[in-house]
């Protein structure tokens, strides 16, 4: 199945699954204007192709006391590709840091986009220095700090697919 096999329930299946994961399937097959047994089908099978990856609880970061969200650029050396993995193992070690939610290879001069939530300056700069710093192919970061969120969001435009 493909994006445009999707209809237009399937599209707002996927959107009200996305406002809430924990809805009741009686409450969303009224939503979406279908029996239940009909709607349990649909949503099973957008789970067993993959449009539905998973159901998560998203938790509250300055309530669990992380305050502080930092975007990290950085940069690899890759003058010495073939003789070490540690370029290679930088992505795999990445997935071992708790800090950081998110990680994006990226294009231009930067090789890497991090996402990284702490508690304070103090947590963020031992990451930075300790782990992130430390490790044997980087060469250069550099961060941003959010001051304010403006838009926050999980929910895919799905009705734009």
Request: with cysteine; glycine share 4%.
């Amino acid at each position: 199945m493909t994006p445009e096999d999707l209809d237009q329930t399937d599209r707002l299946l996927l959107r009200h699954l996305q406002q809430d994961g924990r809805i009741s399937n009686q409450e969303l097959a009224q939503r979406v204007d279908l029996s239940p047994s009909p709607c349990l089908r649909r949503v099973k099978r957008l789970e067993e192709q993959g449009y539905i990856r998973r159901y998560v609880a998203l938790a509250d970061p300055d309530r669990l006391g992380l305050g502080l969200l930092a975007y990290i650029s950085v940069r690899l050396d890759k003058s010495h590709r073939a003789e070490h993995s540690a370029i290679s193992g930088f992505a795999q070690d990445v997935q071992g840091w708790p800090e950081v939610m998110q990680c994006y290879a990226m294009s231009g001069d930067m090789d890497y986009l991090l996402r990284v939530q702490v508690s304070d300056l103090s947590a963020f700069s031992r990451f930075a220095m300790d782990t992130l710093m430390r490790h044997p192919a980087v060469i250069d970061i550099r961060s941003s700090f959010a001051l304010q969120s403006i838009k926050e969001t999980t929910e895919l435009p799905v009705s734009q697919a």
